[in-house]
């Protein structure tokens, strides 16, 4: 390696690991920066707004919202004018935040993430929910509750023609939900209260979901300053992240509701009150059932701090108990059976290239790909991973575990969705780590196009077995990059000096 390219190595490797000072600049500078990220972020959610779901859309059903600018969408502009102007709009709402990101590390503070993230989630919070229509599959399973429907055992279509199920994608109406009972009670209840009105149920649930999303700005920049971290970089990671308000604000994916619970969990681990932590954390996996990885850290956190076996092994049965009876009390309490647990793999009857052992599958075999084999071994992979994880609890805390057990259980899923991206990123914003904080970076500008307003998955547009084997080289390509970086951190990090005393010590 020539001394240029070690030099540049080195410099990068500073920059990614976060000891390079920022850098000070002219504050008109920083504030010509901040009003370009306003502008170009709000006219691109203003644009996806009004143009609605008429690009990729999965569905169509009539009166799902209340309004579409019908001169802007895909049947008045033509196919490709629309998608065009759709890229066009996700490319200026990604610069714009990331333009905005630049202004945070030159000084920009938490009120300016907080305006510019408001201000782009206006249009989006009272636009059609785009890039799913699992809005949708929510209120249909709510409403057809109400008509008798086992929502553990038939799917939603079973209620019969009733106006309150249309909206979703097929596949979900015909099979039964994968969710945990709290958060169907949440829909029965919702349905019963605004008498099964399909647009009522939707904006209450955004409702919610924006709440929630709130809930985590104020969490994440409390979690900042308890841990020493800069809370406008944190915001701007959560609050103003493309991913979240896309597919948050937007889509009113439940995800933000487990979320924002499993985020109160953490930070009041941190604050050394787990009892109450890991209750948080079941009732977060009583809307999605991957929240109870919070229990299992905390309390291998809780019982590290004690010294003694014996005092370890109490604490661990304790912590981890109270939050398992806490989630099983919420699940009982709802009265719906426990059949939902045989519905968790329901989500992988979508055969999606973005799930890696669902992409190794159709790669082995595309016309009969061995999915049951495959995926099996990826969740037996993924819960040796999680135990080691678990290990690293005491030298890490609880916040870093916690991001990583979330990567992996994406990584390992049956089925990965753009959504799913914001469980770790949500984390590894708050690792304090530069490496982490890139991977959220990255993991958060690539998600914003890997759907379609209308619920496509982008793929798809490249058919199979391409766009499976391009998931796996871009993840083969990342996890190598990784090792690398990390083979050659201590390298880079020496002085010439301390390269030629190894190189001596060597030799004799």
């Known amino acids: 390696m020539t001394p240029d390219v070690r030099s540049a190595a080195r410099r990068l490797w500073t920059l990614v690991e976060g000891g390079e000072a920022p850098v000070a600049v002219d504050p008109r500078q920083r504030t010509r920066a901040l009003v370009g990220a306003a502008v170009a972020g709000t006219l691109a959610t203003t644009y996806l707004a009004l143009a609605g779901t008429g690009v990729g859309r999965n569905v169509a059903a009539r009166d799902l919202w209340f309004f579409q600018v019908e001169a802007i969408t895909r049947s008045e502009l033509g196919g490709r004018p629309a998608l065009l102007l ?66 553990y055992t038939e799917g939603a279509q079973a209620a019969g023609d009733v106006p309150g199920i249309r909206g979703g994608e097929e596949i979900w109406l015909e099979n039964p939900s994968p969710y945990s009972p709290p958060f169907l009670r949440l829909l029965d209840l919702l349905a019963r209260v605004f008498d099964e009105d399909v647009r009522a149920i939707v904006v209450a649930l955004r409702v919610l979901t924006v709440l929630a999303w709130i809930g985590l700005a104020v969490l994440v920049v409390r979690i900042a300053r308890l841990s020493g971290f800069d809370p406008a970089r944190t915001l701007w990671l959560v609050v103003a992240n493309p991913l979240f308000l896309l597919h948050g604000v937007s889509g009113v994916h439940n995800d933000v509701l487990m979320l924002v619970f499993l985020l109160a969990g953490v930070w009041l681990a941190l604050l050394r009150r787990p009892y109450l932590a890991v209750a948080l954390c ?21 019982a590290w701090r004690h010294a003694r076996l014996a005092d370890r092994i109490r604490v661990l049965v304790q912590v981890g108990g109270t939050g398992l009876a806490v989630f099983v009390a919420a699940a009982s309490a709802c009265g719906l059976g426990w059949a939902w647990v045989g519905n968790i793999d329901v989500p992988g009857l979508a055969i999606e290239p ?28 993924g819960a040796l991973v999680c135990l080691a994880l678990l290990t690293r609890v005491p030298q890490w805390g609880v916040l870093r575990p916690t991001a990583w057990i979330l990567v992996t259980i994406v990584l390992t899923g049956s089925a990965v969705w753009p959504w799913y991206l914001m469980w770790p990123v949500l984390l590894l914003a708050l690792t304090g780590i530069r490496v982490d904080r890139w991977l959220a970076i990255v993991a958060s500008a690539a998600g914003s196009f890997l759907v379609l307003p209308g619920g496509q998955a982008t793929l798809q547009r490249l058919g199979r077995p391409l766009a499976d084997a391009l998931v796996l080289v871009v993840l083969v390509a990342a996890g190598a990059a990784a090792l690398w970086l990390r083979a050659r951190r201590t390298v880079w990090a020496q002085t010439p000096v301390e390269r030629h005393s190894r190189a001596r010590n060597s030799a004799t």
Do not use: E, N
């Open 86 to 151: 759709l890229g066009v709009a996700l490319v200026l709402l990604t610069g714009a935040w990331l333009c905005l990101g630049w202004a945070v590390r030159h000084g920009a503070g938490t009120r300016a993430v907080a305006v510019l993230g408001g201000l782009w989630s206006l249009p989006l919070t009272i636009g059609i929910p785009l890039f799913s229509p699992d809005a949708y599959i929510y209120t249909a399973v709510g409403v057809s509750m109400q008509h008798g429907v086992d929502p």
């Open 354 to 381: 973005l799930s890696p052992p669902t992409a190794l599958a159709v790669l082995i075999d595309a016309d009969d790909p061995p999915l049951d084999p495959v995926r099996t071994a990826a969740l037996a992979v």
């Open 282 to 302: 079941a009732l977060g996996a009583g809307v999605k059932v991957m929240a109870l990885a919070g229990v299992a850290v905390i309390a291998v956190d809780a």
